[in-house]
């Protein structure tokens, strides 16, 4: 079954603890991204990738960091969690602006940071 | 920059049309879409319309879109219970394969 997963799905943490949602998909899709989605904000991306070892930065980006080792996987890092990254994340990947328009969303992963 | 932005609530009665719409700014849109996302889950594709055409429908959705105002609109005919959900529109412009996504509007269909 063709799937955009996330991990953890629920996270409670404490401010400054490193932490890693991990993104994977199956689809060998070339552009994957991270979003996150706050009330009446819409998603906003954070990340965005093109292919392995290409990212660049979406519209909010400050204090995440991703990294693309491998065509499946596009791990969020937050090195330093803050409250205001409490948050519902969305990874998101597609074929790509040539290929196709849809992109697939995984489930979300709630964070909670204290 | 880009700016997409829709009304916060719709409430409609099981069996009428539901009419969402969505504006936005950048006028060198390509794609715009019509995402769903239902309780404590995932956003899903609906429909897409690309920026040269007018209208598109898709069995029980019709998607309108005026260029020139930049306002796309989501219709749903016999509109049912199960698609009480939030419902997000998104531009797709040239800058790069970015998606921006307006505020979303939660849909509720009364009984």
């Given amino acids: 079954e063709a799937q955009v997963t996330q991990n953890p799905r629920y996270l409670i943490t404490v401010t400054g603890k490193k932490l890693t949602v991990t993104c994977s998909q199956n689809m060998n899709h070339e552009y994957m991204s991270w979003y996150r989605q706050d009330p009446g904000l819409g998603l906003r991306q954070i990340y965005y990738s093109m292919n392995v070892e290409v990212t660049d930065k979406g519209d909010v980006p400050e204090g995440y960091k991703v990294s693309r080792k491998e065509k499946r996987n596009f791990p969020l890092i937050l090195e330093s969690p803050s409250p205001n990254q409490t948050s519902l994340y969305f990874c998101a990947s597609s074929a790509g602006l040539a290929d196709s328009y849809e992109q697939y969303f995984g489930p979300g992963t709630r964070l909670t940071v204290t | ?111």
């Avoid at chain 2, 997409?4 to 539901?18: P, T």
């Avoid at chain 2, 969402?20 to 889950?41: H, M, R």
């Avoid at chain 2, 040239?94 to 307006?102: E, I, Q, S, V, Y």
Wanted: proline fraction near 2%; glycine fraction near 8%.
């Fill in chain 2, 1 to 111: 920059g880009e700016d997409v932005e829709q009304s916060l609530f719709l409430s409609v009665r099981e069996g009428d049309s539901s009419v969402i719409n969505c504006t936005y700014t950048d006028s060198s849109s390509t794609y715009l879409y019509w995402y769903k996302q239902e309780p404590g889950a995932g956003l899903q594709l609906l429909t897409y319309i690309f920026s040269n055409m007018d209208m598109k429908q898709d069995q029980r959705l019709t998607v309108l879109l005026n260029k020139k105002d930049k306002h796309l609109s989501l219709r749903i005919a016999d509109t049912q219970t199960g698609d009480s959900a939030i419902y997000f529109c998104a531009e797709m412009w040239d800058a790069g394969n970015m998606l921006t996504f307006g505020g979303g509007t939660r849909l509720m269909v009364k009984p």
